[in-house]
């Protein structure tokens, strides 16, 4: 998972292609919890590109997009947002999942 520095990076990254962006912090249990099962989430669903935003060091950026709770993921088709999974709550490995399925059809 690439990690994305500043506003303009984030931009360049999504702008061609899917791809999917993970918010979050190295702090955040919740976040913690999720990177065991991430690599195989990437592999499933090799057709996005995935990037990392740590919260701490893009808030403007997380304010901007309303991301007030982390982990969260906004999906990316050429630049245009086309899903997002943005709460405070923890995530399970199979509602991730189950969120970028239901990306695929958008992402086609």
Not at 53 to 64: G, M, P, S, T, W
Not at 69 to 75: E, L, R
Not at 84 to 107: C, G, H, M, P
Request: aromatic share 12%; proline share 3%.
């Amino acid at each position: 998972m690439k990690e994305v520095h500043s506003r303009e990076e984030l931009l360049a990254s999504v702008e061609h292609g899917a791809s999917i962006v993970l918010f979050s912090a190295d702090w955040c249990r919740d976040c913690v919890f999720i990177k065991p099962f991430m690599p195989e989430v990437e592999e499933k669903f090799s057709a996005y590109q995935f990037l990392y935003a740590d919260r701490d060091k893009l808030i403007d950026v997380c304010q901007e997009l309303d991301i007030f709770g982390i982990p969260s993921f906004i999906a990316y088709k050429d630049g245009k947002e086309i899903g997002r999974y943005v709460n405070k709550d923890r995530k399970t490995q199979e509602q991730i999942e189950a969120f970028i399925s239901d990306l695929s059809i958008k992402a086609d």
